[in-house]
């Protein structure tokens, strides 16, 4: 028996939550430059739950993919916050069917009790902010990676 690789693991589905602010950091990483048509944006009041269907980065493989020479891969994610009191949005317009959104951070500004916001900026000016009860957020693969359509990792400049 041997063990197992670094490799190995390398399409493993990430499959992560969030119960602080800390948290959540990670997960905003992880979800940094994620791109998702504005109809994945789905909010069901009745359940207190707000979700986007992401079209995410595998930043966990960027330097295995840059030592080994292969793509770099994106896979599908879903982005889920529960105990969501209210949703509101700036910069965002639901009507435009065609919008591509990009994710750029998911922070949380917190309030009494644990309560507080979660504010997902999105490039071009676009927010969109949770009023939560408690920081509750799941990230998800959903699909197989595939890969990245400009064959090129998201350049930030410094």
């Known amino acids: ?18 119960e602080d602010g800390d948290d959540l950091q990670v997960i905003s990483t992880l979800a940094q430059d994620a791109v ?19 079209n995410r980065f595998r930043w966990e493989d960027k330097d295995a993919a840059t030592r080994r020479d292969r793509p770099f891969e ?37 309030s009494e009790d644990g309560a507080g916001q979660i504010l997902l900026t999105l490039a071009g000016d676009g927010v969109i902010r949770l009023k939560v009860e408690a920081v509750d957020v799941t990230l998800k693969d959903v699909t197989r990676p595939y890969q990245a359509p400009s064959g090129q990792a998201p350049h930030h400049p410094e």
């Open 1 to 18: 028996m041997t063990d197992a690789s670094f490799e190995d693991g390398r399409e493993a589905p990430l499959n992560l939550g969030a």
């Open 74 to 110: 994106r896979v599908q994610s879903v982005l889920v916050f529960d105990s969501v009191l209210s949703v509101a949005s700036q910069g965002v317009d639901r009507r435009d069917t065609d919008m591509i959104m990009s994710l750029l951070s998911v922070d949380f500004e917190a």
């Open 36 to 54: 998702f048509p504005v109809t994945e944006m789905k909010w069901q009041p009745s359940q207190r739950r707000f979700g986007l269907l992401l």
